[in-house]
């Protein structure tokens, strides 16, 4: 598990916090995760998991000796950063606040957050609800921690599933400094950008890095699609087994340019494959020449 065995990326999943959330590390352990991604509460309620001081400094200390240095924080699914809705907006800006200061309690240096819908408002009205967010919260955040914003997929009339978007909200952010992105690759290749080959995934980052900045993306989600191209369907698939396949993700092991990018399976919880078996797989991948 010491980061200087590993040849390529780190990679890891995300894994339950369930009964006490030191217990999610003893799980990245278990699958042989080499970095890890929690929730700190249940994903579809809006009440906070109480966190004791025990288990955060057990927490703390498995994680240092796991070498899990830079864990993710997800935002739960409920929150709408880009709602015209001002008592939902309110309210999803207090459950950003709440992570970010979690993370600053987990000693963890990211908080991932999903962008949201601006329902029937335009492009410039979201990216302007969703800075105003993040500006609001800029005080909580201390160096070297970081949100991350995630693309989304296209689906009805969720916003956030395209690069240029990314670049319209650091437009209006005070300080650009702590923002940074994480890269879904199963809802990118949802949205229509073909990331199944070599060449139109590393087309796809360096436009990303072109627009957005060269040193902002901080992590990668790394899933399989059960959607085509463009098919706006948000449903992962183990790795190798549905419409990306496994170019994109032998070059996301293999690239030097991956190399120091965390990189989370968000893939199904099922009996078929396991996490274990998704890793084993891309740790293949890795190693081969």
Not at 177 to 194: E, K, N, Q, R
Not at 265 to 285: A, C, H, S, V, W
Request: net charge neutral.
């Amino acid at each position: 598990m010491a980061k200087e065995n590993i040849i390529g990326p780190r990679i890891g999943a995300h894994k339950s916090i369930a009964k006490s959330i030191d217990l999610a590390v003893d799980r990245g352990i278990q699958s042989t995760c080499e970095c890890l991604q929690i929730f700190t509460r249940p994903p579809r309620r809006w009440e906070a998991t109480k966190l004791t001081p025990e288990a955060i400094q057990t927490f703390i200390e498995k994680s240092r000796m796991a070498n899990y240095y830079d864990t993710a924080i997800h935002m739960p699914y409920l929150p709408n950063l880009a709602s015209p809705d001002d008592n939902l907006f309110t309210k999803s800006v207090e459950v950003l606040t709440e992570e970010v200061e979690k993370m600053t309690l987990l000693h963890t240096p990211y908080v991932i957050t999903h962008l949201g819908s601006p329902k029937d408002h335009d492009e410039n009205f979201a990216a302007k609800r969703v800075a105003e967010a993040l500006n609001k919260v800029r005080k909580y955040i201390k160096k070297p921690s970081m949100i991350l914003l995630e693309n989304s997929t296209a689906k009805r009339k969720t916003w956030g599933n395209k690069i240029d978007h990314f670049e319209e909200i650091l437009g209006f952010v005070q300080e650009e400094h702590y923002i940074g992105v994480c890269f879904d690759t199963a809802h990118a290749f949802s949205s229509g950008y073909d990331i199944s080959t070599t060449e139109g995934l590393n087309e796809v980052i360096d436009k990303l890095e072109e627009m957005v900045g060269k040193y902002k993306l901080k992590l990668f989600h790394i899933n399989d699609s059960k959607g085509p191209l463009g098919s706006g369907i948000d449903h992962h698939e183990h790795i190798g087994k549905g419409y990306i396949g496994l170019d994109c993700f032998k070059e996301l092991m293999q690239n030097p340019r991956y190399k120091k990018i965390p990189m989370v399976l968000e893939t199904p919880k099922d009996d078929k494959i396991g996490d274990k078996q998704n890793l084993d797989l891309l740790r293949k991948l890795r190693s081969q020449n």
